[in-house]
């Protein structure tokens, strides 16, 4: 089956700039989630959704992070305005329902802010 | 909420040793336990998980044990090989809730031929 998909693979844009990431997951997958990956760190989730609706939110920066799964299948992640600490891999995953099922990761996008 | 810690944070050993990497938890209520694999600039994949009606699952050359008293569970490697080496994480998740998982900060695996 066809893995989770993300694009773009790298950006690199200057602080105070917006940016967007974009997520497919696997076919059939309820649950998706965003993690932010920080260089030496392990993921930490900023947003988790079942199917169109949003389940914890709670890292989320809502003062300058954005997400949506308007249609239950792909997603998109917004930083605007960016910062320097926002610099990281974000890493999209799905599963088929819940989160103590195999979460399936993306390859990440890269993110550089300079 | 949950907090996971692991330890050690880098391990090098000789191929065909045995690796052990360990976490502990906060939330006695955690009940999945997975581990995931990160190769260099790859995603992380899953590689064994555990769940707290379980003491001990084997896959192979892995194995994972879990004290939910302690609240703490290990990942052991057998007879290690050069292609075992990346960055290891362990993660809890808590049913009920948002079940979100929680991941420590990796352990940094390298097996020298």
């Known amino acids: 089956e066809a893995g989770v998909a993300q694009s773009p693979r790298y950006k690199i844009i200057e602080k105070r700039q917006s940016v967007a990431f974009w997520c497919n997951p696997i076919?059939?997958?309820?649950?998706l989630y965003w993690y932010q990956q920080i260089l030496g760190q392990g993921p930490k989730l900023l947003i988790q959704?079942?199917?169109?609706?949003?389940?914890?939110d709670s890292q989320l920066p809502k003062d300058r992070f954005s997400a949506e799964r308007l249609k239950g299948v792909d997603s998109t992640l917004k930083i605007q305005p960016a910062k320097l600490e926002d610099s990281a891999v974000y890493l999209c995953?799905?599963?088929?329902?819940?989160?103590?099922?195999?979460?399936?990761f993306g390859p990440g996008t890269r993110l550089l802010v300079l | 909420g949950e907090n996971v810690e692991q330890h050690p944070s880098t391990l090098s050993v000789q191929e065909g040793d045995s690796a052990v990497i360990k976490c502990t938890y906060s939330?006695?209520?955690?009940?999945?336990f997975p581990w995931y694999k990160q190769e260099l600039g790859k995603r992380p994949q899953l590689i064994i998980d555990?769940?707290?009606?379980?003491g001990e699952k084997k896959d192979q050359r892995i194995a994972v044990t879990l004290n939910k008293t302690a609240k703490h569970f290990s990942l052991h490697i057998t007879e290690t090989q050069p292609e075992d080496s990346a960055v290891y994480f362990c993660?809890?998740?808590?049913?009920?809730?948002?079940?979100?998982?929680?991941f420590g900060k990796g352990m940094k695996l390298t097996v020298n031929p």
């Open positions: 555990i769940r707290s009606n379980v």
């Open positions: 993660a809890a998740s808590t049913q009920g809730g948002s079940e979100k998982l929680v």
């Open positions: 939330d006695s209520a955690s009940n999945y």
């Open positions: 076919s059939g997958h309820a649950t």
């Open positions: 995953a799905s599963s088929l329902t819940t989160s103590q099922e195999t979460q399936y």
């Open positions: 959704f079942q199917n169109n609706g949003v389940v914890d």
